[in-house]
């Protein structure tokens, strides 16, 4: 019963996200729909990824994308969608179709390895998973750094566009 | 006809996928195409749990989530900071006005 609601409420949450036309709204269904997967993964018995969930998805992609709104004004680009909206939407319900297509019923083999705790499986089965993760959030603050910083000229963009006009 | 548990959450799966294609193709704002990026991970990641707890490798698929949680912030946070910057540099946070092609 608890599935079902939470299920509902996923989806209509994804629709809101992609239908509302203000940012800000969009950003808050976002953050709806990320605490609603979350109870979902608690539900389902993975209590370590809800709380992450909630925490990063929730909370600090939420900050953030208000933040960036709030940098760079946000709210524009109405007009029509770049192709026919009744294309779009046989698109995806194709897209529906096939993946159930693929993964419905659920009828996985049981396959019951030897249990292992979530701390020993991620700093012990996965470790590389961990450097990787470590070199991507790395990467991912230099990158940013990069272009957010404020030496424009030192960019060959926008050099370019100097070059231009 | 019962639908267990995990039934309904793929039928979860499958609608906020179908919603993230639908808002791939429909969508014109910068950052309305990071929030519908953000929604199409969260169908790969209650995929990715679901198939978790029907084979028992349920601690296997918290550690595999947790990267992909991990990876997919970051992508946000980069193209969060690319969407800025494309606003910054051309006053606009339409895709069609990104094109530099004439013709």
């Known amino acids: 019963m608890v599935v ?67 940098v760079s004004g946000g709210e524009d680009a109405g007009g029509p969608a770049p192709i026919p909206t009744v294309v779009a939407i046989v698109f995806g319900l194709g897209m529906m179709a096939l993946l159930a297509w693929f993964i419905l019923p659920i009828e996985a083999p049981e396959v019951i390895g030897e249990q292992m705790s979530f701390t020993q499986m991620l700093w012990e089965g996965r470790a590389l998973d961990v450097m990787v993760q470590l070199a991507i959030i790395f990467s991912g603050v230099v990158s940013v750094l990069g272009l957010l910083g404020e030496n424009v000229d030192a960019m060959p963009f926008a050099r370019r566009k100097e070059g231009d006009a | 006809m019962s639908l267990d548990m995990l039934d309904l959450v793929a039928l979860a799966v499958i609608g906020v ?24 991970v ?47 540099r051309t006053g606009s946070l339409d895709i069609q006005d990104l094109t530099r092609l004439k013709g």
């Not at chain 1, 509902?8 to 950003?27: E, N, W, Y």
């Not at chain 2, 193709?25 to 953000?38: D, P, S």
């Open chain 1, 4 to 70: 079902t609601f939470l299920m509902i409420g996923v989806v209509l949450a994804a629709f809101f996200a992609i239908l509302a036309k203000r940012l800000l709204a969009s950003t808050i269904w976002l953050a709806v729909l990320s605490a609603l997967s979350a109870a979902l993964f608690y539900v389902l018995g993975a209590p370590h990824v809800a709380v992450i969930e909630l925490s990063v998805g929730a909370g600090l992609v939420t900050v953030l994308f208000v933040f960036a709104i709030a």
């Open chain 2, 17 to 40: 996928f179908g919603a993230g294609i639908y808002g791939l193709l429909a969508v014109r704002n910068l950052f309305k195409m990071i929030v519908v990026l953000q929604i199409l």
């Open chain 2, 42 to 88: 969260k169908a790969a990641l209650l995929a990715l749990v679901t198939a978790g707890n029907r084979s028992g490798e349920l601690v296997l698929a918290q550690s595999l989530a947790l990267t992909v949680i991990v990876v997919d912030t970051v992508v946000a946070v980069v193209a969060l900071a690319l969407a800025v910057q494309v606003k910054h």
